[in-house]
């Protein structure tokens, strides 16, 4: 049992938003005990430890609702020989190009490195889609034990897909129901498996069949969806509808499915998501990145759809991110109060909510009862600071880097900076000297 405290309390719970000079008390159990002020805590608790806000804002951890572990050995790596300008180079050229090469020691130490920038950006709990057609059995495994290392709350994947060919399709429908089944066997509130996909371009109407007829009715897909014009084009020439209907068709869409990008859809997409409450992915910074354009959140919040945040891959700041989300949604309208209200939810209540569906958690809110999952971040704002005020403070001034301490579940995986139960550079030493081979490997 821990009692975090000893700084301004940012519960998201309608009914106490704010404690200033708060704490939080989490049980063994991995959930929250109680919250207010340290001294009644401490009395309260005779036996707990301590963590020391020192005066730093208490948040809920973060949620990365579609990441991409595997892309941080990516990272200052240019495949030789190629310069991709469309979409389609950049997977082709890029992506895919890596994702043959990826042997299992690959896998997990690239997930490793990537977990460890989650705990260190205080993201509590992702969502991994896997992609390593160089290894496919087992591949889910390893990114669950690289998750398992950090203590991290995680739902694993791995991206089907018919551009390999059939046999590692099958394959890779068949590492999804292992994991979930393990996963499953396993048990807590940790780990979660669901049916990963690629996109709609890369998806068979066989393959997608291949891929519901399989999938237990507890769980659900993650699917890039209308991320490029490509995408979209594709299957309207290809199938004569919309990807988003085409997935509908197919039975793909539901309220355990995670719906990434979803930048090019028309307004019967839209309505067709709202009535399936798939949740809605954006990525801002790996939008602009491959420039594919940009969704309208603000059009998709007013419709009614279930709206998150995801990272895609580009590095684990989700505060980060976030402003990013923000600033493109005023600039991408030409009016600077685009967003306003809508965007910090994103990160504070839509992620949270559709990770809750998986995990059968709350998750992203400070109160008993909820998932013991908690950063504190050091931040001492110039200016008052409440409830009313805070998103615009962290839209401001706050990145993953301003985050001192990560504890999920009730357990404190780090500290004021400092890994608890972890050699932080020996795993980056590790995770170095494996990427050099990797790129040896990936660039011949």
Avoid at 192 to 219: I, V
Avoid at 316 to 339: F, P, Y
């Amino acid at each position: 049992m821990i009692i975090i405290g000893g700084g301004a309390v940012l519960t998201r719970d309608p009914e106490r938003p704010f404690i200033a000079g708060g704490g939080v008390a989490a049980g063994d159990d991995g959930l929250i005990l109680a919250l207010g002020p340290v001294s009644r805590l401490k009395r309260e608790y005779p036996g707990a430890g301590f963590v020391d806000a020192r005066g730093g804002l208490i948040m809920p951890g973060l949620v990365d609702l579609h990441h991409h572990s595997r892309a941080v050995f990516s990272r200052g790596l240019t495949p030789r020989g190629e310069r991709p300008l469309r979409y389609m180079d950049v997977l082709e050229g890029s992506w895919w190009r890596l994702d043959r090469a990826m042997n299992l020691e690959d896998v997990y130490h690239s997930a490793s490195a990537s977990f460890l920038d989650c705990v260190r950006n205080g993201v509590t709990t992702v969502f991994d889609q896997h992609s390593s057609y160089g290894a496919v059995s087992g591949s889910l495994a390893e990114v669950s034990r690289a998750a398992d290392r950090l203590g991290l709350r995680a739902c694993l994947c791995y991206e089907v897909s018919d551009r390999e060919g059939e046999s590692k399709c099958r394959a890779a429908i068949q590492e999804n129901l292992d994991f979930m089944r393990e996963a499953s066997r396993r048990g807590g509130s940790l780990r979660r498996g669901m049916m990963g996909m690629h996109a709609g371009f890369t998806l068979s109407d066989r393959t997608l069949e291949a891929c519901m007829e399989a999938l237990p009715a507890t769980s659900g897909c993650h699917i890039h969806v209308a991320e490029a014009l490509e995408d979209t084009t594709h299957s309207l020439q290809t199938y004569g509808r919309s990807i988003v209907r085409r997935l509908r068709e197919r039975g793909v869409l539901g309220r355990k499915t995670i719906a990434a990008h979803c930048i090019h859809l028309n307004w019967e997409d839209v309505q067709i998501l709202r009535e399936t409450d798939t949740a809605v992915v954006h990525c801002p910074e790996s939008n602009m990145g491959s420039a594919v354009g940009c969704a309208n959140m603000d059009d998709y919040a007013r419709a009614g759809l279930a709206l998150g945040l995801g990272s895609d891959g580009c590095g684990a700041d989700m505060l980060g991110a976030l402003r990013t989300a923000s600033l493109l949604c005023r600039h991408n309208a030409g009016d600077a109060l685009a967003g306003e209200g809508v965007v910090p939810g994103l990160l504070f209540r839509g992620s949270p909510t559709a990770a809750g569906r998986f995990f059968g958690l709350e998750l992203g809110v400070l109160r008993p009862g909820a998932a013991a999952d908690v950063i504190v971040c050091d931040y001492q704002p110039p200016t008052p600071l409440t409830a009313a005020n805070a998103d615009e403070h962290i839209l401001r001034a706050l990145r993953g880097a301003n985050v001192a301490t990560t504890v999920i579940a009730g357990k404190v995986i780090m500290e004021n900076r400092v890994l608890k139960a972890l050699d932080a550079e020996a795993l980056l030493s590790d995770a170095r000297q494996q990427a050099a081979d990797f790129w040896r490997r990936a660039c011949v």
